[in-house]
C-alpha cells in the first residue's frame, strides 16, 4: 500500500517570496509522482509530475518539485509567488508495475498556500 | 473542446436516500475514474472504468457503484445514504486506462442531512 504525508497543512507567504511544500510518500514498489492544485471550487489541475529521469521537474506556473528517493521525498517549490498562487495544494503517489503502468492515485491530505501582498 | 462535465454541481440528500452522479469525459478519452474528496481531506480513489468494466476499486462499501455507457460517459450510484458521503465527488478522465494523464472535472458536492 501507498501513503502520502503532507505535514503542513497551511503555508502563509508573502507575495514575491519563495515557498517550499513539503511531501513525503511510503510505498513498497516503484511510484509516479505528482503535485495538482485545486483553486476555490474548481477540480483538480495537474502542476507536474515525475515519472523517470532527471530528478528535478519543471512544472506549470513556475513550480518545479525535486524527487529524493533516499529520503522518500517529493517537495514542490517555487522561488517567486504571486497572490494568484493561493490554492490547496495535493501531492499524490500512483503505484507503479511494468506490467499494468498507470494504476489509482493516492493523494495527501493537501496543503493550503496562503499569499498575502 | 469542453474538458470534463460533471452534474449536478450540487445536490442535497437525506439519510437513506440514493443518488447518482454523472460525467462526461473529455473528448477522445475513453477511461473513467472517481475520486471522493471530504471536507478538508484530499480525493480517494472510488473505481475506475474502462470499456464499459470496473477495472479498479478502492476501499469503499458496494453501496458505491458505477456505471459506464458506450458513448464513455460514466455513472456514480450511491445507495443508503449516510451522513458520512457528504463530500466533493470529481471524475477524472484519461485516454486509456493506463495512462497517468488525468483530467478532472470541477466536482459534485454532495450534502447528506
Known amino acids: 500500500a501507498q501513503s502520502v504525508t503532507q505535514l503542513d497543512s497551511q503555508v502563509p507567504v508573502f507575495e514575491e517570496a519563495p515557498v517550499e511544500l513539503r511531501c513525503n510518500y511510503s510505498s513498497s514498489v516503484s511510484v509516479y509522482l505528482f503535485w495538482y492544485v485545486q483553486y476555490p471550487n474548481q477540480g483538480l489541475q495537474l502542476l507536474l509530475k515525475?515519472?523517470?529521469?532527471?530528478?528535478l521537474v519543471k512544472g506549470i506556473n513556475g513550480f518545479e518539485a525535486e524527487f529524493n528517493k533516499s529520503q522518500t521525498s517529493f517537495h514542490l517549490r517555487k522561488p517567486s509567488v504571486h497572490i494568484s498562487d493561493t490554492a490547496e495544494y495535493f501531492c499524490a503517489v500512483s503505484p507503479y508495475r511494468r506490467s499494468t503502468g498507470f494504476q489509482k492515485l493516492v493523494f495527501g491530505t493537501g496543503t493550503r498556500l496562503l499569499v498575502s501582498p | 473542446d469542453a474538458g470534463v462535465t460533471q452534474s449536478p454541481t450540487h445536490l442535497i440528500k437525506t439519510r437513506g436516500q440514493q443518488v447518482t452522479l454523472r460525467c462526461s469525459p473529455k473528448s477522445g478519452h475513453d477511461t473513467v475514474s472517481w475520486y471522493q474528496q471530504a471536507l478538508g481531506q484530499g480525493p480517494q480513489f472510488i473505481f475506475q472504468y474502462y470499456e464499459e468494466e470496473e477495472r479498479q476499486r478502492g476501499n469503499f462499501p458496494d453501496r458505491f457503484s458505477g456505471h459506464q455507457f458506450p458513448n464513455y460517459s460514466s455513472e456514480l450510484n450511491v445507495n443508503a445514504l449516510l451522513l458520512g458521503d457528504s463530500a466533493l465527488y470529481l471524475c477524472?478522465?484519461?485516454?486509456?486506462?493506463?495512462?497517468?494523464?488525468?483530467?478532472f472535472g470541477s466536482g459534485t458536492q454532495l450534502s447528506v442531512l
Open positions: 477524472a478522465s484519461s485516454e486509456g486506462a493506463t495512462n497517468e494523464k488525468l483530467f
Open positions: 515525475y515519472l523517470s529521469g532527471s530528478t
